[in-house]
Each structure stands twice: as C-alpha cells, then as structure tokens.
C-alpha cells in the first residue's frame, strides 16, 4: 500500500467523467488499497479514484463501521432527504450545507468481481452521493445551498 496524493480542486481531473472499470487485476486492488489508506490517512470517510488522479469508477468508504469498496457504483433506489454539512478532502477549508436523500441504495461490483448492493441512510447515504457524484465531476460545492 501507498499513500497517494489527494488532487485539489482547480486540477481538471476532478471535473471529468470517470471511465467504467472493465477488469479487475491486481493493478486495480492496489488502487483500492492506496485509495483505503490515502482516506484514512487524511482523515476523511471516503475517497473517489478523480480524487488521487485516476478517472476510473472506483470509491472506498469507511464511516465508521468499516471499509466499503464499491466498483462501477450507481444508485439504484433514493428516498426521503436531508440537509447536512459537508467537506470533502479536494475542498480543504470549505463546507456547506447540502440537501441529499435520505436512504440510499447502491449496486456495485467488489474486488472479487461480485454484484452486491448495499443501503445506507443518514451520513452512509450522503457519503454515497458525494462520493458517486465525484465519479461524474461534480463536487459538493456545487450543490451548496445559498
């Protein structure tokens, strides 16, 4: 494992769509890694691949109840809303309140390549939208509201 480097907003990476993952080899579960310990060495609860570079469709999470790795996530299912604070580790020294659901579910892939989805609600939930939504090039502080 290794630490990367957390890209800073302004760097054009973390306004581009990410590409779909289409295998998962040894090169991907080290990203995984480095992306699991870069998290939790920034002491953030989650981290998308545009977040250290690398646009492809992977996010770790860890809320703390330990690690989630979500491969080619989409949210499949949404309901109720929130409004909370949110930072992000590419955003260092602002936040701001953003609306969100409040349940989420989520279909991704694993690291063994096996389909599962998981539901979260409260701060899994919004961590979930802030983290897919870097996979897209959005940031939260597009979504502040004034």
């Known amino acids: ?13 973390l306004r581009k769509k990410s590409k779909v993952v289409e295998k998962i080899d040894d090169k991907l579960i080290q990203l995984l890694d480095d992306m699991a310990e870069t ?7 989650g981290l998308a691949a545009p977040q250290v570079g690398v646009l492809k469709r992977v996010v770790v999470i860890d809320i703390g109840d ?9 949210i499949i299912e949404t309901s109720g809303e929130q409004i909370g604070d949110e930072g992000c580790l590419s955003v260092l020294g602002e ?27 409260e701060l899994l939930a919004r961590a979930f939208c802030h983290e897919i ?7 939260f502080v597009d979504k502040i509201e004034k």
Not at 39 to 45: E, I, K, L, S, T
Not at 133 to 139: F, I, M, Q, S, Y
Request: charged content about 30%.
């Open 133 to 139: 939504d870097h996979l897209e090039g959005v940031l």
């Open 1 to 13: 494992m290794a630490l990367r480097e957390i890209v800073q907003i302004g760097e054009p990476v």
């Open 95 to 121: 936040s701001g309140e953003v609306r969100r659901p409040y349940v989420v579910k989520v279909r991704a892939f694993n690291r063994k390549g096996q389909l599962f989805e998981i539901e979260g609600e």
């Open 66 to 74: 330990g690690i989630i790795e979500l491969i080619n996530p989409e």
């Open 39 to 45: 998290m939790y060495q920034a002491d953030g609860v």
